[in-house]
């Protein structure tokens, strides 16, 4: 089975940072992209920070110098460390992962149930 499972938010004063953990099943052993999504309210999903497989890091603009994605392997856990939280920030946000290898075979589309990072005074 594959499961993707967000943790890590909460409310929490402008400024102040975040680390959201996304942690995958055991039985995957990569995914060939794995992205941090938000939606904030009244507005569309979005991508904020992806990492493939070999590392390769992107951020969108609105949040390069402030978020960084990394993974531990041994974990296997993927982590999104916000910094400088602003109220704009506040989301719902997801883990997904796309083209997972669980040693046989691929998976394709895999989303977490999300976790809320509210910024709020």
């Known amino acids: 089975q594959v499961q993707l499972v967000e943790s890590g938010g909460g409310l929490v004063q402008p400024g102040r940072s975040l680390r959201l953990s996304c942690a995958v099943s055991r039985n995957i052993f990569s995914i060939s992209n794995m992205g941090w999504y938000r939606q904030a309210p009244g507005k569309q999903r979005e991508l904020v920070a992806s990492i493939t497989e070999r590392g390769i890091k992107n951020y969108a603009d609105s949040v390069k110098g402030r978020f960084t994605i990394s993974r531990d392997g041994a974990k296997n856990t993927y982590y999104l460390q916000i910094d400088n939280l602003k109220t704009e920030d506040t989301a719902v946000y997801y883990c997904?992962?796309?083209?997972?290898?669980?040693?046989?075979?691929?998976?394709?589309?895999?989303w977490g149930q999300g976790t809320q990072v509210t910024v709020s005074s």
């Open positions: 997904h992962g796309d083209r997972l290898w669980d040693g046989s075979a691929y998976y394709y589309d895999y």
